[in-house]
């Protein structure tokens, strides 16, 4: 009882359903079960039977996407076996298009191009517009004008409030 205790609090933190976190879950389960139905004999109340029926479900449910889990996992498996055993027989083939050779995405590459799209556009200026993009610290909040752009004193503002009390 002691290994499987030791078992079942090491299985929390190992990903996937594994098989000692799937006995204790059924275990668990069966006994719900059990009180449902004691209970339900004890005080002929249908709230017992939907609830077993709502457990029995979640229970089933449970089962099943332990089951697609671990067939989810044989799949990657069975594929990192096959590129492992391809990649040995074959040479690495030149990159794809939209991707570097030193970006293991496509996305890493495409972002990578964005932004050069951008930088270019900032020194061409705007095609549509005929005029040059100014280039703005990223850092630096946009002034908004007016009176509170940066003014440090209150005495402004209580010179409003005074203002509209008035």
Do not use: C
């Not at 590129?83 to 293991?104: F, I, L, M, W």
């Not at 990578?112 to 549509?128: E, F, N, Q, R």
């Amino acid at each position: 009882m002691a290994s499987f205790m030791e078992d079942l609090w090491s299985s929390i933190f190992t990903p996937g359903p594994t098989p000692t976190l799937l006995i204790a879950t059924n275990v668990t389960f069966a006994a719900l079960q059990l009180i449902f139905f004691a209970l339900l004999l004890a005080t002929y109340s249908l709230h017992f039977v939907a609830l077993s029926v709502l457990s029995g479900g979640l229970w089933w449910s449970i089962n099943w996407f332990a089951a697609e889990v671990r067939i989810a996992q044989q799949a990657q498996e069975a594929e990192k076996e096959k590129q492992e055993s391809e990649g040995d027989a074959k040479t690495r083939k030149s990159p794809a298009v939209g991707e570097s050779a030193d970006s293991e995405t496509e996305t890493e590459a495409i972002v990578a191009k964005k932004t050069d799209d951008k930088s270019a556009a900032v020194a061409t200026g705007s095609a549509t517009s005929g005029l040059l993009a100014t280039a703005r610290d990223p850092k630096k909040r946009p002034s908004t004008g007016g009176e509170g752009s940066g003014y440090g004193s209150t005495d402004s503002e209580w010179e409003k409030v005074d203002d509209t009390q008035s």
